[in-house]
């Protein structure tokens, strides 16, 4: 578990809190004479410091409660000596003995973590190998193409006489492919790249009006009209924003697709931000288009699944793992008046 060092203000706050519960203690047990073993009370330093402080914090804690127990076991002058010894001993035993109890419950806990990542990280490993086996497919697809338009490329040039224009077709057909082969690529690359998540505390509803300008020209070109409904008072998100603007925008190329063919006057797309009952955010993305087609809600949101003859069937699967590694869901469904709806919920503050 990865704890900063002595940095902020609280830690020093509770540094403090923590010297001035040890000396208190070890005060009360100079000054009392009752024969009770007041020194065992440090152990509840040492806990309290097992909560927030290094290994090593936690050993030099237990070391300084031992040395305090001794100094008031020395420095007491009053009551029994022999029953001093006694309860400096219980003292010191118990110390000793919660400090080791928690340095390896915390131990445990380091391996906890660590296996979990590790299965982790195997998940997404085989999911990567799932996507390996798509992927080879859709890059072997314009790598034929290529090939056979080399070959073209060659006979049209040793014709006698050569036929250049045709040659140029040729060549141009492979120039296309290899740029539809990079481009299944790039996408594949923001799939994986996504072990690296920034996350930082951020408004969605600031977010998808970030996203929304970047499309804002598309939108008014298509005539779209566009209804954005904005919960007040959300509470702030703990998210990768890059990340969740990729989602939101391909949640709106995707309703902007279904747009096309609808009459002007009848698309329609609606962006709501709320909360739900559980007090995740939820993002709505609505549109009034041509509705999904029959498997399409089963097979959507997986990579390559795509009914669009331009499509890469990626959007949604990017989208899926992105909301995945947040921690919450995406779903889609029919809407009742036409068009569809795809809904994402993320948790405020997702587990680690
Ligand atoms: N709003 C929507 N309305 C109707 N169908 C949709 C909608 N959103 C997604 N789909 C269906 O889900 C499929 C997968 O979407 P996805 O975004 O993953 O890929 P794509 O849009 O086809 O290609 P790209 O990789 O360029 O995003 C689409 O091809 C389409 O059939
Ligand atoms: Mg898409």
Redesign the pocket.
Known sequence: MDRRPFATTTHWLRLGGLCALALGIALLDTLTDREIAIGVFQVVVVLLAAGFLSTRGVTVTALGCAGLVLCSYLATRTGDREAGLVNCIISLLAIVAVAALSLRLEAAKRAADAARARLVQAGRLSQLGELAASIAHEVNQPLTAIAASGNACQRWLSNQPPQVERAVQAAQRVIDDAHRASAVIA?VRSLVRQAQVAKDWLNLAATVEKVLDFVRAELAERQVAVEVRLQEGLPPLLADESQLQQVIL??L???L??LEGVAPEQRRLVIQVGQDTAGAIRLG?E?S?????PG?RE?????F????A??????????RSIVEAHGGRIW?TSLPEG??G?YCSLPKDPQP
């Open positions: 996408r391909n949640l190329l995707n309703a697709d279904a993305v549109d288009g041509r509705g999904l087609t399409a097979q959507m949101f997986e990579a699944y795509t009914t669009k331009q499509g890469m069937g990626l959007g949604l699967a990017l989208s889609a068009g569809t795809v």
